[in-house]
């Protein structure tokens, strides 16, 4: 049997506070309809990571979920939000304190990460096994051994798809054997090959005898011409590229000079540009002294020569304008003015000459390297026109030539292939075969012995099915359980006759009946075959449905109970037994050893509002 799985204890914070409630070896949630049971056990899923547990709005309210359950000899707590069915869980080791706190996604995302549910699923020591699109998870482990919903425990046989039953029972019975999965896959591929092979043949055989295959000898004359003419294109682009990379070095000569050129034509057009800015300058300079000798040498009208206004009535030898005395030796103060004023025009006009003849020169420099310029990228762009455009275009045409006879080579290289194809083929076909044959061979001696004992396995457990089925209903008969799809027949007697029936054939009270009957003989192999990693662990939720129509159905009931709580009282060889947590409206088992732990709910006692205050 799988390590020893107990949950001790579920805990929520709301509001910033931490309830509780716990579970004990023998736990029943007991109340009437719409009480809440469900929710309750919903929950639980929910924060074991069962990813197709239903999320309850009571559960949304919660800030966090917290599990404490117990593996083997090791107590775990683990939390997770209660608000989003995504995010992280974190897992802490209650037995041993230096152990460090583990956190783990919800749901992975790339390959190789560990979700929550497989960490779990690692600690039950349940292989994560996986057959074509199929895949064991966590999901699979409970919902297929452990769960048995309300929603499906008296309409569906165990949960899941028949795949996913299958290969889950398959691996928690120690029936899954990677090595036999290997050779199971490499059997199915060699085979797909060899198919393969034989359908290509068969098609080209059609095509031979419709004459749509040409003649292998014609095609190889012209493959063989082909080639040749490839050949010759090849050399001659070669050549003409050849060529073509020969004109790159006066090619970058004449580019060499366009830019030296162009590089001098930008250097004289900035010098022009600052002579044009120097004339200027010298021609306002000279402006400025003509307009000043003009000035001195026609005196302005008897006005003011700063406000134009009529000038004063001055005394005898005072000046006109600012009144001062006009004594001797000023007299040829005009004079003097008037010699300077000429000097500064002659100077201006000496300069304005001078960058008149600049002007002109580095105008004509400018103009001269322009032409120089425009010389150089006529004589590079006629060389690209005349000379290596042409000898581009050539090379180009030989290489798309080349290119096109190398396609049509490869087409009739292909033709050829497909002509002589079809010894070729069933060469290849032979091959297949003995492939697939080889490992066919390796994989029904692995086979025969795996159905062995699978064989011999599914019948004790058909055995402690039996059992268990007549401890619930003592007419059962026979019960057997199929070693292939895992599948039930169960023969019950009446008075009447006989009725012969599978899990499919009938709904209600007899499906519940047989879907808990298999659980509990699948813990009872577990006890007696180590392989069969089955979790000492049974969550049901009603296992009473369709039991509550009558006296026979309720006996019934109460034998399933009793039989159920016989089961949490088996203890094995570790001195454990299996934990069993369910819900029912009333009736409880009447004769437990260990006892019943007993939470009641009612609609003024519900599972979340009224749960008790943690550390209270």
């Known amino acids: 049997m799988g390590p020893r799985f107990v949950i001790e204890q579920f805990r929520f914070r709301r509001q910033g506070q931490w309830f509780y409630r716990e579970f004990?070896?023998?736990?029943f949630l007991v109340g009437p309809t719409r009480s809440g049971k469900s929710t309750a056990l919903e929950a639980l899923l929910h924060a074991l990571f069962l990813s197709s547990a239903t999320v309850m709005p009571q559960v949304r309210k919660c800030d966090l979920l917290q599990v404490v359950f117990r593996v083997g000899d090791v107590r775990w707590q683990v939390t997770r939000s209660g608000r989003t069915s995504r995010g992280l869980?974190?897992?802490?080791?209650?037995?041993?304190s230096s152990a460090s706190e583990r956190v783990f996604p919800v749901t992975?995302?790339?390959?190789g990460e560990v979700s929550a549910g497989g960490f779990i699923q690692e600690l039950l020591d349940v292989p994560a096994a996986s057959h074509g699109s199929v895949s064991v998870g966590l999901d699979q482990v409970l919902g297929g051994?452990?769960?048995?919903?309300?929603?499906?425990?008296?309409?569906?046989?165990?949960d899941g798809s028949d795949a996913e039953r299958i290969l889950t029972l398959r691996a928690v019975l120690g029936l899954w054997d990677a090595d036999l999965e290997q050779l199971e896959k490499a059997a199915t591929e060699t085979k797909s090959r060899h198919d393969a092979a034989r359908r290509t043949l068969t098609q080209f055989k059609k095509l031979r005898d419709n004459g749509l295959l040409a003649d292998p000898d014609a095609i190889r004359g012209e493959h063989e011409q082909k080639v040749g003419d490839h050949q010759l294109a090849a050399v001659r682009w070669q050549e003409a590229?050849?060529?073509?990379?020969?004109?790159?070095?006066?090619?970058?000569?004449?580019?060499?000079?366009?830019?030296?050129?162009d590089k001098a034509r930008r250097k004289a057009l900035k010098k022009a540009e600052e002579a044009s800015a120097s004339l200027g300058k010298a021609i306002d300079v000279h402006a400025r002294a003509e307009g000043e000798l003009a000035g001195l040498l026609q005196p302005a009208p008897e006005c003011c020569s700063r406000c134009q206004q009529v000038l004063p009535e001055r005394e005898a030898g005072l000046c006109a304008q600012c009144g001062q005395t006009c004594g001797e030796g000023l007299e040829g103060l005009y004079e003097t003015r008037i010699a300077t004023a000429?000097?500064?025009v002659e100077h201006a006009r000496l300069l304005r000459t001078e960058a008149e003849k600049a002007a002109r020169s580095a105008s004509e420099a400018a103009a001269a390297a322009d032409r120089a310029a425009g010389d150089a990228l006529a004589a590079r762009d006629a060389f690209d026109r005349d000379v290596v455009d042409p000898q581009r275009r050539t090379t180009r045409d030989l290489e798309k030539k080349a290119e096109r006879l190398s396609g049509e080579v490869e087409q009739l290289k292909r033709r050829l292939n497909d002509a002589d194809f079809i010894a070729v083929q069933q060469e290849q076909v032979r091959s297949r075969k003995e492939e697939m044959e080889e490992a066919q061979a390796r994989r029904d001696v692995a086979q025969r012995a795996h159905d062995q004992r699978r064989k011999e396995l599914v019948h004790q457990w058909s055995a402690f099915f039996r059992a268990r089925l007549q401890q619930i209903r003592p007419a059962v008969e026979t019960a057997v359980i199929d070693p292939e799809d895992f599948t039930t027949l169960v023969r019950e007697h009446y008075d009447e006759g006989a009725q012969l029936f599978t899990e499919g054939a009938v709904a209600g009270h007899a499906r519940a009946v047989i879907n808990i009957a298999m659980l509990l003989s699948l813990r009872d192999l577990g006890r007696v075959v180590p392989a069969v990693r089955v979790p000492p662990l049974m969550i049901i939720d009603c296992p009473l449905a369709g039991l509550d129509t009558g006296e026979a159905d309720q006996e019934t009931g109460l034998r399933l109970l009793n039989t159920v709580a016989a089961a949490a009282d088996e203890r094995d060889s570790d001195g454990h037994a299996c934990q069993v947590i369910a819900t029912t409206k009333g009736l409880l088992p009447t004769a437990v050893g260990l006892g019943v732990s007993e939470i009641r709910l009612d609609e003024d006692h519900r599972f979340f509002d009224h749960a008790p205050l943690l550390g209270a």
């Open 342 to 344: 000429r000097a500064r």
């Open 24 to 27: 004990g070896q023998l736990a």
């Open 108 to 111: 992975t995302r790339k390959a």
């Open 241 to 261: 590229e050849a060529r073509l990379g020969g004109f790159a070095g006066e090619r970058g000569r004449l580019d060499a000079l366009y830019k030296v050129a």
């Open 89 to 96: 869980v974190s897992f802490k080791n209650l037995s041993d």
């Open 145 to 158: 051994t452990v769960v048995l919903r309300q929603r499906a425990i008296a309409s569906a046989f165990l």
